[in-house]
């Protein structure tokens, strides 16, 4: 079994129309593939221009002068503005017919509407107008996505995308706000539970995200460390020993008093709070750690703390105003059950730990969290570096 590396660019104008989600779920959901790696990028014209030249040396030609024209002129800045392109980077079997198989074939020439089914990405979200007078004559052209068809072409593109994302930050700042005191980050972890397994639910959690109108400027995939679990959790233990602990102690005591047929006093139930009680809020936590991580605290060595954990997350950053809020009223409550309708944890959460994703809370709690995850950091490029040689 042949396992390679191949790519996907969701394009600026794809994620400008917040069709990043759709993009995502049809890609996850319609392949057996891994997705080890994602990063939004700027990409500049010199970017352009040379991925355009590699496009026009491939075949089939004819589909992919038409590919080539149009990264020469959109994938680069516009007005000395650069635009925002997602690369979602994929592995396992034979990945470049299976996202070209989902995305779908680029068509050069006048199809009908009647004639479209939207079976593939490009069905559904790219656009080929011709000129009303000449239908041969392409007047607007917009792909929506991009990936290569074969391998070594894939090697090839990966090579030269690591090169040029070397170094460069994890987050697109392109944009210049009329008032950039009204302007909020946030941070949203696409947790665990949404990849066990390939479907569609990531993609429809950012797609409900993306009502909020605010705009992406960076996306990771992430796997925690122990270490980074605990920091990032931290303050949480204390709220739940405050939280918990008592209700553990006043459960303890009604089993006791139903067992053993006696009355307790006040002060026992205290001190079952304070001595079981405490333990078992101490256990959820662990529960917690675990869950994002895939390791549960204990004793490891120092390198075994910062090794990243076994289980998957994604990470995006939100930027615009009011973001911190506007993403916490469409993520919903903590528990589950008790979260709005239409809101992503009522839609897609199972429980208080288990509830599909996070975001921060404050501006604060973003300081905090971005640089527990280190969102200025991205592991594509050495992803790239060690599957292509």
């Given at each position: 079994?042949?396992?390679?590396?191949?790519?996907?660019?969701?394009?600026p104008?794809t994620?400008?129309?917040?069709?990043?989600?759709?993009?995502?779920?049809?890609l996850?959901?319609?392949?057996?593939l891994?997705?080890?790696?994602?990063q939004?990028?700027?990409?500049?014209?010199?970017?352009?221009d040379?991925?355009?030249?590699?496009?026009?040396?491939?075949?089939?030609?004819?589909?992919?002068?038409l590919?080539?024209?149009?990264?020469?002129?959109?994938?680069?800045p516009?007005?000395?503005?650069?635009?925002?392109t997602?690369?979602?980077?994929?592995?396992?079997?034979?990945?470049?017919?299976?996202?070209?198989?989902v995305?779908?074939h680029l068509?050069?020439?006048?199809?009908?509407?009647?004639s479209l089914?939207?079976?593939?990405?490009?069905?559904?979200y790219?656009?080929l107008?011709?000129?009303?007078?000449?239908?041969?004559?392409v007047r607007?052209?917009?792909?929506?996505?991009?990936?290569?068809?074969?391998?070594?072409e894939?090697?090839?593109?990966?090579?030269?995308?690591?090169?040029?994302l070397?170094?460069?930050?994890?987050?697109?700042?392109?944009?210049?706000?009329?008032?950039?005191?009204?302007?909020?980050?946030?941070?949203?972890?696409?947790k665990?539970?949404?990849?066990?397994?390939?479907?569609?639910?990531?993609?429809?959690i950012?797609?409900?995200f993306?009502?909020?109108?605010?705009?992406?400027?960076?996306?990771?995939?992430?796997?925690?460390?122990l270490?980074?679990?605990?920091?990032?959790?931290?303050?949480?233990?204390?709220?739940?020993k405050?939280k918990?602990?008592?209700?553990?102690?006043?459960?303890?005591?009604?089993?006791?008093?139903?067992?053993?047929?006696?009355?307790?006093?006040d002060?026992?139930e205290?001190?079952?709070?304070?001595?079981?009680g405490?333990?078992?809020?101490?256990?959820?936590?662990?529960?917690?750690?675990?869950?994002?991580?895939?390791?549960?605290?204990?004793?490891?060595?120092?390198?075994?703390?910062?090794?990243a954990g076994?289980?998957?997350?994604m990470?995006?950053?939100?930027?615009?105003?009011?973001?911190?809020?506007?993403?916490?009223d469409?993520?919903?409550?903590?528990?589950?059950?008790?979260?709005?309708?239409?809101?992503?944890?009522?839609?897609?959460?199972?429980?208080?730990?288990?509830?599909?994703?996070?975001?921060s809370?404050?501006?604060d709690s973003?300081?905090?969290?971005?640089?527990?995850?280190?969102?200025?950091?991205?592991?594509?490029?050495?992803?790239?570096?060690?599957?292509?040689?």
């Amino acid at each position: 079994m042949s396992i390679g590396l191949s790519y996907v660019f969701v394009t600026p104008y794809t994620i400008a129309k917040s069709r990043t989600g759709g993009v995502l779920s049809r890609l996850l959901s319609r392949t057996g593939l891994d997705l080890v790696g994602a990063q939004i990028f700027a990409p500049d014209q010199q970017f352009a221009d040379d991925y355009s030249v590699s496009l026009r040396s491939r075949v089939p030609q004819n589909q992919l002068m038409l590919l080539a024209d149009y990264v020469k002129q959109y994938l680069g800045p516009s007005g000395g503005r650069p635009h925002r392109t997602l690369m979602l980077l994929f592995k396992g079997e034979n990945p470049c017919e299976q996202l070209l198989n989902v995305c779908g074939h680029l068509y050069t020439q006048h199809v009908e509407v009647s004639s479209l089914v939207g079976e593939t990405i490009r069905d559904t979200y790219s656009d080929l107008i011709f000129n009303a007078n000449n239908q041969e004559e392409v007047r607007y052209f917009e792909p929506a996505v991009i990936t290569p068809r074969q391998q070594d072409e894939a090697d090839k593109d990966l090579k030269f995308i690591a090169n040029f994302l070397e170094g460069r930050e994890n987050l697109v700042q392109n944009v210049v706000y009329p008032d950039p005191s009204k302007i909020e980050r946030t941070l949203v972890i696409i947790k665990p539970d949404n990849w066990t397994h390939n479907s569609s639910r990531p993609g429809a959690i950012i797609d409900m995200f993306s009502r909020t109108g605010l705009r992406i400027i960076g996306i990771k995939i992430h796997r925690f460390s122990l270490a980074e679990a605990l920091d990032f959790y931290g303050p949480v233990e204390g709220q739940l020993k405050e939280k918990l602990a008592p209700k553990y102690g006043k459960q303890a005591r009604e089993i006791l008093e139903k067992e053993f047929q006696l009355s307790l006093n006040d002060d026992l139930e205290k001190t079952l709070a304070n001595s079981f009680g405490v333990e078992c809020a101490r256990n959820q936590f662990s529960q917690v750690v675990e869950f994002i991580s895939g390791k549960k605290p204990g004793y490891y060595t120092a390198e075994e703390m910062q090794k990243a954990g076994n289980v998957k997350c994604m990470i995006l950053t939100y930027e615009g105003e009011n973001a911190i809020n506007k993403i916490r009223d469409v993520l919903g409550s903590t528990d589950p059950n008790k979260a709005a309708e239409g809101t992503v944890r009522r839609e897609f959460g199972s429980n208080i730990m288990v509830n599909t994703a996070h975001a921060s809370d404050s501006s604060d709690s973003y300081e905090r969290e971005q640089n527990i995850v280190r969102i200025n950091h991205n592991s594509v490029v050495s992803i790239i570096r060690e599957h292509v040689r």
